[in-house]
């Protein structure tokens, strides 16, 4: 399926912009990387490449992770009008993107879910997170959800 959905004309103000943000988010990276236990792992690094630059770009996310082995992720920038730029360079490098947590680092290839499928998961996502039904008001773009799909290269650092 493709990266498809469209930006909003309303919404938050897009997350991670100031300088603060930009290295308070580098921190909570390298936090990541380092720390935590893979089994309570709520919020990971996706690693992707960039759309326009090809340099590897690293944002923390939060993940849900499904019994099938994927992991589910949400391109909801807070409630912003704009997708974040992470969901771009997804649609760029679908299968150029990973996730990192607890010392794993896990090549996944990523999939934007549509239609009834899409409903199911974001139904269970703000059953499990319900920061993200408010963010769904906010904003008047239909905020995408990813799955991330392990390949078999994944390693461990």
């Known amino acids: 399926m493709s990266f498809d959905t469209p930006n909003g004309s309303r919404g938050a103000r897009q997350p991670g912009h100031s300088r603060i943000e930009r290295w308070g988010n580098k921190g909570q990276v390298n936090r990541i990387r380092r720390n935590g236990s893979p089994e309570r792992a709520k919020v990971v690094v996706l690693v992707t490449v960039g759309s326009k630059t090809g340099a590897e770009r690293a944002n923390p996310v939060r993940r849900f ?93």
Do not use: C, M
């Open 65 to 157: 992770p499904r019994p099938d082995g994927s992991t589910l992720i949400v391109a909801s920038a807070s409630g912003a009008a704009r997708n974040p730029s992470w969901y771009f360079n997804l649609a760029a490098h679908p299968d150029q993107a990973r996730i990192e947590f607890a010392g794993q680092r896990i090549e996944v290839t990523a999939e934007q879910l549509h239609g009834p499928e899409r409903d199911a998961a974001w139904k269970e996502i703000t059953a499990k997170a319900h920061g993200y039904a408010r963010y769904e008001k906010t904003t008047d773009r239909v905020i995408p959800v990813i799955r991330l799909t392990p390949r078999a290269e994944t390693s461990r650092e």
